[in-house]
């Protein structure tokens, strides 16, 4: 009976029919009625994105020096607590080849996927977060997880290409909700145990995906690609109650907190300083319990719309209107500005770091990816867009190190990172950004 | 059992004979096309899928409602929009569903199927079970024809019945609850991609011509006019062929246009064209405008909506006066915003801006002038580059890369006014092109701050709304509101857009000739916004479609 194979399938446990009314519980239980065990893997490598508009300024965060004794500038300094497991790249080329620099859009499309974009506010391929996820995700109940700090959705920089960009959650509210809200069990808790709605929830799944070929069949080329990515998230949603049907096998003692209360999520600085951290807390917390394994992070869109309450321009009018000072050399409030998300994005790696689990802490057993859309925004440059990874990978990424201009496309950073990642792969971006060296020194 | 008539109970014998003869395995052979007359005949036409459109939240909620009743709660989030061609309703035609759209569609079908299985609304369902604790073929395949053939907006397919009854059995039987196992059925259908996508079908009319099929007709006019799903009168009228002649299509396009659910489609309508919804994201500087709160932007969005609601549908007003007209509608915070006296009892009050006020249509409400706007000071290029995209479809290019707006912000120094200070980037060459077609716009509103409060001065100087445009001089958001009021382009911007909304388009890319005999009939009428929406769904070639790029493509399709 074809149509039901897949329901069958999916309503089999340990060969017994659970549709024939078996407890289901029985299966998922070893014979002293205890969770399965531990298969005692290495705990994952979780990977992380925090994005930032508008970049730094180059007087301010480029150090001096290049290697191992690189000096903390004063952009810098806000992460000098993680020096040792900080990667600074500068002098990044991104050769845009016959495409328009599109303004705020160009440079962080080139760092995420290694591509100079052929249209505004599109990816040409998935972001590279979405591609580790790929390789990485299996077995963890989300794939990917973007949470947007100023409380737009669509602050988003993970995409499966083209406008299809992952909705990112727009509060702490419902990025807890998402994690840890229904289909939650917690693995720190002793009581873990399969819910068996999920079993059912599965062959709702797989009758939904049976009517693949029928709805497919009369559909244009581009109707049938969204189609595809339709089905592709129905796969997706599968693979999530697959996974939640297994005790994550984790490592961290960690408490997950009671839900947040509503906050003010948008643009004004001081409330990015109450959700930011906030945010990352979650995000932390979802790696370290293995509800995901990729963690994306915004605090803004790319013409950065933070601002100071009092002031009358926000960060992305101060980077084209504020004057040079001519003492200085650099725009004064702008580089305030820099500081300030800088300060935000420390509070990303300070959760991470707090987690210790294994042999190390989530963060050493990360990488993270920060990225940008400009290297000097008050002109919308790109070349030397600010690149700054942090995390060992497992072991496999060396940190410690400011790279300095070689004049490296920024793909070499994505393909570095997907090599420590263990994304089997040689060749990674397209045009002048395409690469075959990773910075080989830095892998082990 | 007493509730159901004899017409139904046959009817329910004819589906147990159905479903029986189906589930023998016999498969999809002759016997059990014994209910083709109430399954659809779509699959079996040489139809072809055109357009495929994401349900918007608004469309998702309102369909929810009017299949199921207004009891029914829908809780989750959806996938944002992005707008194409200044309408989000054209990215509906773009845009997939992602895994985290998914997850919440997968969410919100699961809870809705709950609701509408749980005891308090079983009542309301076609059909009860033989006994509530073991499947009944023929009453789940009657609910789920019933509700399926209004969330996919068709007659459910044999295969698509077959499977969902298929899903309920298996889970009635093992949970030994029919509801248990209807549940699952229904939430397979609520997150099935002919519900979440609206898809348009085409049939071939000649050589090279395709029309769309009745119930796509039904359903492009329903969500254009009621922005919901088609209700039974529309779909029978679909069934019938009614919706292929012209006097059927009128008797339809008339009975939609009557109702006051005509209101929540053009005011879904307005909202994406006036683009409303970034009003969402909005923030204001809360230390230079205490004033201003969620709230506030909350009643700004309403009173645009109430306005142009009122001027296109209730007074059957002339369109051009939307640029023009002191009338609105206030409540007490955005009295407080305009400084002005709240002495009403109800929530909302009509209320007319004194000729002095310096108001003009939806151009000075708070809403326009706010959401075009910084956080902490207005922006005339904005304001500008905005009203130029929504009422004048004269999208404005993206400025150049390396300019130098340095001087624009030096308020402290001898330009102390955002005019000065524009003209003095705006005279360079490279960016007087695009300064030019914009600012005069944006200065001519600059007598309204931020938050969209009346202003004279700024830093201490009169400020001067004098403005020329297109080769016509003006002053002041009045002397604007007059100049596109008088200006054919910003009705013609107004057709092309909802034209562009109800098919799915970017406006950029429609030909004026689309929409060119509607038009005539919208300048006719005195630009009543009525008349253009009837003479453009009653139009000969607004239900035609491109040819299919494939013609029978089934064969490609890789099995997953």
Known sequence: MKIDRRFLLRGTCQGALAVMGLPFLDCFLDSKGEALAATGRPLPTRFNTFFFGLGLTSQLWIPKIAGKDYEMTPQLKPLEAFRSKLNVFSGLRVPLDDNPNYMHWSGAAAAATGISPTREKEFDSKTIDQQIADVISRGARFKTVSAAAAGDSKHSYSSLGGANAIPAEPSPLSLYTRLFGRGFQDPTKGDWKPDPQVMIQQSVLSAVADNRKQVMQNLGTADRARMDQYFTSVREAELQMEAELQRPEIQAKVAIPDAPAEMVCNNALPNLRNVTPLMARLGALALATDQTRVFNLSVSEPPSGIFMPGDSLSYHQTTHEEPIDQALGYQPRVAQYNLDVMELFATLLKELDSIPEGDGTVLDHSLVFAFTDQSYARIHAVDGLPILVAGGASGRMKTGYHIAGDGSPVSRVGLTLLKAMGVPLDVWGKGSMQVRQPYTDLLT | ?560
């Open chain 2, 1 to 560: 059992m007493s509730r159901r008539s004899n017409g139904e109970n046959s009817q329910r014998a004819t589906w147990n004979a159905w479903v029986v003869s189906f589930l023998s395995l016999t498969g999809l052979a002759s016997g059990a096309m014994a209910a083709a007359a109430i399954t659809s005949a779509h699959a079996a036409t040489s139809s072809q899928v055109v357009s495929m459109r994401r349900l918007t939240q608004q469309e998702y909620r309102n369909s929810i409602a009017d299949i199921f009743g207004k009891e029914i709660e829908v809780r989750g989030a959806f996938e944002p929009t992005i707008r194409i061609g200044g309408l989000q309703a054209a990215s509906t035609s773009v845009l997939s569903v992602t895994p985290v759209g998914f997850e919440s569609f997968t969410n919100m079908a699961d809870s809705i199927a709950i609701q509408v299985t749980g005891e308090k609304y079983r009542a309301k369902l076609p059909c009860a079970p033989n006994a509530s604790r073991e499947p009944d073929d023929g009453c789940t395949a009657q609910i789920l024809s019933h509700y399926g053939r209004m969330l996919f907006r068709r007659p459910l397919t044999q295969e698509e019945i077959a499977s969902a009854v298929n899903l309920s059995r298996g889970l009635a039987k093992s949970q030994n609850d029919f509801y248990a196992g209807l549940r699952y059925g229904m939430a397979s259908l609520l997150q099935a991609p002919n519900f979440i996508f609206r898809m348009e079908a085409a049939v071939p009319v000649g050589d090279k011509q395709w029309t769309l099929d009745p119930y796509s007709r039904a359903t492009r006019l329903s969500y254009l006019m009621w922005d919901s799903t088609p209700d039974e009168e529309l779909v029978q009228a679909a069934e019938k062929g009614e919706l292929n002649t012209a006097a059927g299509l009128e008797k339809q396009v008339d009975r939609l246009m009557a109702s006051p659910r005509l209101d929540i489609g053009m005011r879904t309508f307005f909202n994406d064209m006036l683009e409303l919804d970034t009003f969402d994201t909005v923030s204001k500087d809360s230390i230079l405008y205490p004033k201003w709160s969620s709230g506030i932007a909350a009643s700004a969005k309403e009173e645009t909506l109430r306005t142009t609601i009122d001027l296109a549908l209730h007074e059957n007003g002339d369109m051009r006066d939307l640029m023009t007209t002191r009338k609105t509608f206030l409540n007490r915070s955005l009295a407080a915003d305009y400084q002005i006296p709240f002495p009403f009892k109800g929530e909302w009050m009509p209320y007319e801006f004194p000729a002095d006020s310096g108001r003009s249509g939806v151009l000075t409400q708070a809403s326009m002038l706010a959401m075009f706007s910084h956080p902490g000071r207005s922006s005339p290029t904005k304001r500008g580059v905005a009203v130029m995209d929504i009422f004048l479809c004269e999208p404005t290019p993206n400025p150049p890369n390396n300019v130098d707006f340095s001087i624009v912000n030096d308020t402290s120094g001898r330009l102390k006014t955002v005019r000065e200070r524009l003209m003095a980037h705006a005279t360079t060459s490279t960016c007087a092109s695009c300064h030019n077609h914009s600012d005069p716009i944006g200065l001519s509103l600059e007598g309204f701050d931020t938050i969209g409060q009346r202003r004279i001065t700024e830093n201490g100087q009169l400020i001067d709304l004098s403005a020329s445009l297109q080769g016509k001089k003006f002053v002041d958001a009045q002397g604007l509101g007059q100049f596109l009021h008088d200006n054919p382009k910003y009705t013609a911007c107004l057709a092309r857009k909802v034209y562009a909304y109800s098919r799915g388009e970017n406006s950029e890319d429609v030909p004026a000739s689309a929409f060119k005999a509607a038009y005539n009939s919208f300048a006719d009428s005195g630009f009543r916004m009525r008349s253009l929406l009837k003479s453009m769904v009653e139009d000969k070639d607004y239900f035609s479609a491109p040819a299919p790029e494939t013609a029978s493509p089934a064969s490609k399709v890789p099995a997953q």
